[in-house]
């Protein structure tokens, strides 16, 4: 039982000092916005129980046409992030965040305007793990079906 909790101990450090250690060196350049529907469905607290059925009905239809978007969020070193939307029609770039990292290595995404259209559900922050940008909600939840992925 002892060892069991020292190994948990030690994860939950481990995973504490990895995200201390995101600097910003490590934030510049760009990431790839990656959807999981199915868990972004099962997750939202938006949809209700029909609303949630009909979305996983047409699920294997919305994975297709997001698989033809892409969503690129290039971070850069004045604290701007600047979006970059890939469609087959079109290639759109805006300037769209302010980014902040804090002592604890929080990453927070604030809209430069309120004419953003770009939101993240109830996201609050952001958390640099095994290399993947994670969303957590205001009550320290994993947001899970979202993520973004290190492009360069």
Do not use: C, H
Request: aromatic share 12%; charged share 30%.
């Amino acid at each position: 039982m002892m060892k069991k909790i020292f190994i948990i101990v030690a994860l939950v450090s481990f995973s504490i000092v990895q995200s201390q250690n995101f600097e910003k060196k490590d934030l510049m350049g760009q990431w790839m916005f990656k959807i999981e529907i199915k868990d972004a469905i099962k997750n939202s607290k938006d949809l209700n129980g029909f609303e949630k059925l009909a979305a996983r009905t047409f699920s294997r239809l919305i994975e297709k046409e997001l698989e033809k978007v892409q969503m690129i969020f290039d971070f850069k070193r004045d604290n701007t992030a600047s979006i970059t939307v890939i469609t087959e029609e079109k290639t759109e770039s805006k300037n769209v965040f302010l980014w902040k990292l804090n002592n604890e290595g929080l990453l927070f995404l604030d809209s430069i305007n309120e004419d953003t259209e770009i939101e993240f559900g109830d996201t609050a922050y952001w958390v640099f793990e095994d290399n993947k940008l994670i969303p957590y909600d205001k009550k320290d939840k994993i947001n899970s079906g979202m993520l973004m992925v290190k492009v360069n």
